[in-house]
Nanobody
Framework: EVRLMDSGGGSVQAGGSLRLSCSASGFNVDDSPMAWYRQAPGTECKLVSS???????YYVDDVKGRFTISRDNAKNTVYLQMTQLKLEDTAVYYCAAGGAIRFLLPSCSGYGMTWGQGTQATISS
């Protein structure tokens, strides 16, 4: 069974850091495009970052220079290191695998991708 398990969220002050983890089972993370999305209350599910099978990474402008996506093939885990966090980074973050990477979705589910359960990141002033 293909599964993703998100973890690492929490509450931090603005300017702080969090590292999110996405542990995969049932497939190898280097055999699939992987992505992180986020959804804040009342908003759509938005792409944050992705990493291709070949290892190239992509970041949306809002997080460029602050977030880093990485992959540990031995642990079959994808990470999102988030630094210089801002209030507007507050959201539920979801890991996703497979399918076509989309920039915006109505919700962080479906669309031919496997999704993690989400992990909450709350940034306070």
């Amino acid at each position: 069974e293909v599964r993703l398990m998100d973890s690492g969220g929490g509450s931090v002050q603005a300017g702080g850091s969090l590292r999110l983890s996405c542990s995969a089972s049932g497939f190898n993370v280097d055999d699939s495009p992987m992505a992180w999305y986020r959804q804040a209350p009342g908003t759509e599910c938005k792409l944050v970052s992705s990493i291709a099978r070949a290892g190239s990474s992509y970041y949306v402008d809002d997080v460029k220079g602050r977030f880093t996506i990485s992959r540990d093939n031995a642990k079959n885990t994808v990470y999102l290191q988030m630094t210089q966090l801002k209030l507007e980074d507050t959201a539920v973050y979801y890991c996703a695998a497979g399918g076509a990477i989309r920039f915006l979705l109505p919700s962080c589910s479906g669309y031919g991708m496997t999704w993690g359960q989400g992990t909450q990141a709350t940034i306070s002033s």
